[in-house]
T-cell receptor, first 112, second 110 residues
Framework: KAGVTQTPRYLIKTRGQQVTLSCSPISGHRSVSWYQQTPGQGLQFLFE???????NKGNFPGRFSGRQFSNSRSEMNVSTLELGDSALYLC???????????FGPGTRLTVL | QKEVEQDPGPLSVPEGAIVSLNCTYSNSAFQYFMWYRQYSRKGPELLMY????GNKEDGRFTAQVDKSSKYISLFIRDSQPSDSATYLCAGGSSASKIIFGSGTRLSIRP
């Protein structure tokens, strides 16, 4: 069974630009969660989508948004990038229970 | 105060030693507890999952949750150099919203 895939793996942007990251969950998984990982703050929950609806949201500004498609693939968008948005963005898919949350390899975003 | 606190380390132990990793949490509503292992340049992988209090053993790994003291522990027996990684504890009141600790960097010396 293929794992969670994320594209692109690496991205360099400049301040003020916007970026879209993509996540394909494990086949059959309907829940997709997004996390931001930085050395200072660790892994922080951004939001979770289930069946195309945002089910949970973390404490991030409105510049961070996401969506989920009918095939469970998810995208995350960050608008008006700031230097502090440089991080590893991780996507995790879940079949429904906490014990089955599988992470992708992440997208490393660098904002210059 | 963070909801899940974890000593960032680094922690360095000789091969074969027993490793003890610990976290504390503050939210009494937490029912789901997990340990993840993250190798450099990889996403976290689920190591252990516990619902509510108690112990869980899987090979060389044992996870413990003490809800009375809000303490989460992971023990690694007969540690191997391949266990060198960052270990993340996590807890949540909902299966879909998990709060992670900052991670402990572990190094096993051959």
């Amino acid at each position: 069974k293929a794992g969670v895939t994320q594209t692109p793996r690496y991205l360099i942007k400049t301040r003020g630009q916007q970026v879209t990251l993509s996540c394909s969950p494990i086949s059959g998984h309907r829940s997709v969660s997004w996390y931001q990982q930085t050395p200072g703050q660790g892994l922080q929950f951004l939001f979770e989508y289930f069946s195309e609806t945002q089910r949970n949201k973390g404490n991030f500004p409105g510049r961070f948004s996401g969506r989920q498609f009918s095939n469970s693939r998810s995208e995350m968008n960050v608008s008006t990038l700031e230097l502090g948005d440089s991080a590893l963005y991780l996507c995790a898919s879940n079949s429904g229970g906490a014990d089955t949350q599988y992470f992708g390899p992440g997208t490393r975003l660098t904002v210059l | 105060q963070k909801e899940v606190e974890q000593d960032p380390g680094p922690l360095s132990v000789p091969e074969g030693a027993i490793v003890s990793l610990n976290c504390t949490y503050s939210n009494s509503a937490f029912q789901y507890f997990m340990w993840y292992r993250q190798y450099s340049r990889k996403g976290p992988e689920l190591l252990m999952y516990t619902y509510s209090s108690g112990n869980k053993e899987d090979g060389r790994f044992t996870a413990q949750v003490d809800k009375s003291s809000k303490y989460i522990s992971l023990f690694i027996r007969d540690s191997q150099p391949s266990d060198s990684a960052t270990y993340l504890c996590a807890g949540g009141s909902s299966a879909s919203k998990i709060i992670f600790g900052s991670g402990t960097r572990l190094s096993i010396r051959p």
